[in-house]
């Protein structure tokens, strides 16, 4: 049976930034996948460009039960680490808004530029379409069992993500993996992901684009809101926005509760602005139906549906409306409702909520039950909002415990 110093099931941007962090030690490194190539999530990530990290940092872009310790990994290598890793990698990069991007927006760069950069280490040995099935923990070390063979080793590093993605080998084993070692998991679901809904007008506005302010009401309260493009389309809604609340919805909806939105298709003007605005439109444009003047600002497609809710149609002159009815008019725009009865599985989502809790590894994400035991990336309880904060994860979290692994490796061959 072959042994190594470290064994890193998962070759995702979390296990490959562990095995770069782990090669500075001279350890001799096997780094595993089942997939028949290593870092694939990568090629799909930020619609094909890679959306790297974020200059803009707060915790609160990290979602976990336990943001103590995520900022912890994260003070130990950020994203001006980040940054400078990239550059040792032969990867510039280009910040668009505070969204940083491989500077020719190519995700098959950043993905082969960890590939020849591992290839050529002398200290790791990579085996592709090698899915691990167990991981017996030894006296000393660990045996690693795979469909194509197995292996031992004195240190691991369990980097097999979650399941989110779709067509890629995230299958989720990995909690099994921690699971059969003792390790609890908090419930996955699917985050970053679309809500579907049955209202009755989606099939007419599907593939409609708009900017509004979303509410997110769980059981009629309103708890977040996001602002960015809207998507229509036929089950329901998507877009950044509603990714980034999709997390709390999908909970909620776990949990039996009532879930609706609350959409601002006008946020630039509040309720008297935008009553007064279509006033003077009224009153001064007394040849444009009620379509034309919703079609200064709305999407031709969405402009019946906010009339509907409103209870008037697009050939109503709104000249001979009260002033109740121009209020509703004002509502339909301002907070147009939307009941959520769904939303998208994992092969839709671009994250799993949930996870190994924090709480079971320590500060350099060694297991507390076995020692030698690492975790890093998504299969750790924690899942980053859009702009680049789950793969920031993934380096950050993958440093840290390759460096502690192979620190743990130089301190037991010592003894
Ligand atoms: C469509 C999409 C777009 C995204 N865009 C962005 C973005 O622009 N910016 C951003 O920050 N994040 C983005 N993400 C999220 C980001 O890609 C993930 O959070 C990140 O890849 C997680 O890294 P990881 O290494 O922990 O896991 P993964 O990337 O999932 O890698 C895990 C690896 O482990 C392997 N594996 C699993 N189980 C086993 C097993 N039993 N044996 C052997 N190997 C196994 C898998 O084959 C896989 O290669 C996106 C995700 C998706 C799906």
Redesign the pocket.
């Known amino acids: 049976m072959k042994s190594y110093d470290l064994i890193i ?7 490959m930034s562990a095995a770069i962090a782990a090669s500075e030690e001279d350890i001799k490194i096997l780094l ?4 028949d190539k290593i870092g ?2 990568i090629l ?3 619609n094909g460009k ?2 790297l990290t974020n200059s803009y940092q707060d915790i609160a872009c990290y979602r976990t039960e336990t943001p103590d310790k995520v900022l912890g990994v994260l003070n130990l290598f950020g994203p001006s680490k980040t940054a400078g890793f990239f550059r040792d990698l032969g990867i510039l990069t280009r910040d668009k808004n505070g969204y940083i991007y491989p500077y020719n927006e190519q995700a098959s760069t950043v993905r082969d530029a960890f590939e020849s950069f591992i290839r050529g280490n002398k200290n790791i040995t990579v085996r592709t379409g ?3 099935d167990k991981i017996l923990p030894l006296r000393e070390g660990f045996r690693i069992i795979t469909g194509t063979g197995n292996y031992v080793s004195t240190a691991v590093i369990l ?3 979650g399941y ?3 067509g890629n ?3 989720g ?2 909690f099994g ?1 921690a699971g059969c070692m003792g390790h609890r998991l908090i419930p996955t679901y699917p985050a970053l992901t679309a809500l579907k809904s049955s209202a009755p007008f989606l099939k007419k506005v599907r593939g409609v684009r708009n900017q509004a302010n979303i509410s997110l009401l769980i059981d009629e309260e309103p708890l977040y809101s996001e602002s960015g493009e809207l998507q229509w389309t036929d089950y329901g809604i998507s877009g950044v926005a509603v990714f980034q609340l999709s997390r709390y919805a999908v909970i909620a909806l776990e949990e039996g509760r009532s879930v609706s939105l609350s959409l601002d298709f006008l946020r630039e003007m509040d309720r008297n602005q935008l009553y007064e605005y279509l006033y003077s439109q009224i009153r001064n444009c007394s040849y444009k139906d009620a379509g034309e003047i919703l079609k200064g600002f709305l999407p031709e497609k969405l402009t019946p549906v906010v009339l509907r809710e409103a209870h008037l149609s697009t050939h109503d002159n709104l000249i001979q409306v009260d002033a109740d009815k121009l209020q509703d008019l004002v509502s339909a725009i301002k907070s147009f409702p939307l009941r959520i009865n769904g939303y998208m599985g994992y092969e839709k989502a ?2 799993t909520r949930g996870g190994i809790p924090f709480n079971e590894v320590t500060d350099h994400l060694e297991s507390i039950l076995h020692t030698g035991l690492y975790f890093a ?3 750790l309880d924690v899942d ?1 909002t859009c702009g ?5 994860w ?1 380096f950050s979290s993958g440093n840290v415990s390759g460096k502690a692994a192979a620190e743990y490796i130089r301190k037991n061959k010592e003894t």
Request: with cysteine; glycine share 24%; aromatic share 2%.
């Open positions: 099931v998962g070759a995702g941007p979390a296990g595993l996948d089942g997939s694939k999530k799909v990530t930020g890679c959306n090698c899915h691990v980097t097999t993500g989110a993605g779709p080998d995230s299958d084993t990995g993996l671009q994250v990336g998504e299969i980053g680049g904060y789950n793969l920031q993934a």
